[in-house]
């Protein structure tokens, strides 16, 4: 009931998650029940890579989040996601006890080699997996609370606040390239063996993660589905169109912007939790500011402000690089900035909006007959 509520008015939406639900149930029949000689079977390196996929789908829905309805352009939304993404990977790197490569079951293997004589006190609690998962939201929405009671409550708006999030996921980026900080300096975290007892190269395993992937997803969607619905939602779109008016009769547009800038941290850093057991590593590179950049161009390609739009422009987006990038890597890069330059000259809406386009484009040729 309260789902059909979220999602009145909101074809796209239905028809994203309709989808995605019939995907979730095919894709593990098609990889566990089909034999792997039958041209249905789905392989392993598949549903890790669509699991991969739907990460990103979720880190575009934050984004989408802040900027197509906050109207916030934020530049630096894979700080988030990497440290959820370190928060998982911490986890993972206890997990491996004495099966690393100097057998020690207290200190990493990059901590050994580095001649580290004890656990860091900021590594403790990580062998435990709940401990781990509230990392995962705590860490990101705090350094987002922070960052945003800050910067708002300093009314740096505009492109000021974007360079702000680039600046900070750069410097993040620069810290973490560091051995002392302990977090495994430019080769990051890896070879990790197993979650919650489950060995991580089990085809069990990776259907549960792209499942995983899959319900987060679906749960984002709804949850930024229901904030814009909402009274809040409304107050939100106000800030994003008329923010002058709206603090000007009273509401604390500071307040709100921080509130909707926290959670949608937290859902890139869920995102990033969900993606580095399925790619097997998380490093620096994470951070990098062209990452960031990147996820704003899945959400333009996409459709701003639509939600539905942020997940079909991030599995688009990656599959095309998934292809590109084997076929003609040195061009990616030009491909995807001459996408973003079309999609924004011709398709301001998104491939989303196309559709709308379309319907509008056939009724004027018709009225004008």
Same mark, same amino acid.
């Given at each position: 009931?309260?789902?059909?509520?979220?999602?009145?008015?909101?074809?796209?939406?239905?028809?994203?998650?309709?989808?995605?639900?019939?995907?979730?149930?095919?894709?593990?029949?098609?990889?566990?029940?089909?034999?792997?000689?039958?041209?249905?079977?789905?392989?392993?390196?598949?549903?890790?890579? !669509?699991?991969?996929? %739907? #990460? =990103? $789908? +979720? @880190?575009?829905?934050?984004?989408?989040?802040?900027? &197509?309805?906050? /109207?916030?352009?934020?530049?630096?939304?894979?700080?988030?996601?990497?440290?959820?993404?370190?928060?998982?990977?911490?986890?993972?790197?206890?997990?491996?006890?004495?099966?690393?490569?100097?057998?020690?079951?207290?200190?990493?293997?990059?901590?050994?080699?580095?001649?580290?004589?004890?656990?860091?006190?900021?590594?403790?609690?990580?062998?435990?997996?709940?401990?781990?998962?509230?990392?995962?939201?705590?860490?990101?929405?705090?350094?987002?609370?922070?960052?945003?009671?800050?910067?708002?409550?300093?009314?740096?708006?505009?492109?000021?606040?974007?360079? !702000?999030?680039?600046? %900070? #996921? =750069? $410097? +993040? @980026?620069?810290?973490?390239?560091?051995?002392?900080? &302990?977090?495994? /300096?430019?080769?990051?975290?890896?070879?990790?063996?197993?979650?919650?007892?489950?060995?991580?190269?089990?085809?069990?395993?990776?259907?549960?993660?792209?499942?995983?992937?899959?319900?987060?997803?679906?749960?984002?969607?709804?949850?930024?589905?229901?904030?814009?619905?909402?009274?809040?939602?409304?107050?939100?779109?106000?800030?994003?169109?008329?923010?002058?008016?709206?603090?000007?009769?009273?509401?604390?547009?500071?307040?709100?912007?921080?509130?909707?800038?926290?959670?949608?941290?937290?859902?890139?850093?869920?995102?990033?939790?969900?993606?580095?057991?399925?790619?097997?590593?998380?490093?620096?590179?994470?951070?990098?500011?062209?990452?960031?950049?990147?996820?704003?161009?899945?959400?333009?390609?996409?459709?701003?402000?639509?939600?539905?739009?942020?997940?079909?422009?991030?599995?688009?987006?990656?599959?095309?690089?998934?292809?590109?990038?084997?076929?003609?890597?040195?061009?990616?890069?030009?491909?995807?900035?001459?996408?973003?330059?079309?999609?924004?000259?011709?398709?301001?809406?998104?491939?989303?909006?196309?559709?709308?386009?379309?319907?509008?484009?056939?009724?004027?040729?018709?009225?004008?007959?």
């Amino acid at each position: 009931m309260l789902i059909t509520s979220i999602l009145r008015n909101d074809r796209g939406g239905q028809i994203m998650l309709g989808v995605l639900l019939a995907v979730l149930i095919a894709v593990p029949i098609l990889n566990l029940i089909v034999p792997a000689g039958n041209p249905l079977h789905v392989p392993t390196y598949l549903v890790t890579l !669509m699991g991969k996929y %739907l #990460t =990103y $789908a +979720l @880190l575009a829905i934050a984004v989408d989040l802040v900027w &197509g309805y906050l /109207g916030i352009l934020s530049l630096g939304h894979g700080a988030f996601f990497a440290l959820g993404g370190y928060a998982m990977g911490m986890y993972l790197m206890r997990q491996i006890g004495d099966r690393g490569v100097y057998g020690n079951p207290e200190l990493p293997d990059f901590m050994v080699f580095l001649n580290w004589k004890e656990l860091p006190w900021f590594w403790y609690g990580f062998d435990m997996f709940w401990f781990a998962m509230i990392m995962v939201v705590l860490i990101p929405g705090l350094l987002a609370f922070l960052f945003g009671w800050l910067a708002f409550r300093s009314r740096v708006t505009g492109v000021y606040l974007s360079i !702000m999030t680039q600046a %900070l #996921t =750069y $410097a +993040l @980026l620069l810290a973490f390239f560091r051995n002392e900080m &302990g977090f495994g /300096g430019n080769n990051g975290l890896t070879d990790f063996k197993d979650i919650l007892g489950f060995s991580l190269q089990a085809d069990g395993t990776r259907i549960a993660l792209f499942i995983a992937s899959g319900i987060a997803v679906m749960l984002g969607y709804l949850l930024c589905r229901y904030i814009i619905n909402s009274k809040l939602g409304r107050v939100v779109v106000a800030i994003r169109d008329a923010e002058s008016r709206t603090r000007f009769v009273g509401y604390k547009v500071e307040n709100y912007k921080v509130w909707v800038f926290t959670v949608s941290a937290m859902l890139a850093g869920i995102a990033g939790a969900l993606y580095v057991p399925q790619v097997g590593i998380i490093n620096p590179g994470e951070f990098s500011p062209l990452n960031s950049i990147e996820i704003v161009i899945w959400v333009a390609i996409g459709g701003r402000a639509t939600l539905y739009g942020a997940v079909l422009g991030a599995i688009l987006v990656n599959y095309s690089k998934t292809v590109f990038t084997g076929l003609m890597p040195e061009s990616w890069l030009f491909m995807l900035g001459a996408l973003f330059v079309l999609v924004t000259l011709y398709l301001p809406k998104g491939l989303a909006g196309l559709v709308n386009q379309i319907k509008a484009h056939t009724i004027n040729k018709k009225v004008a007959a």
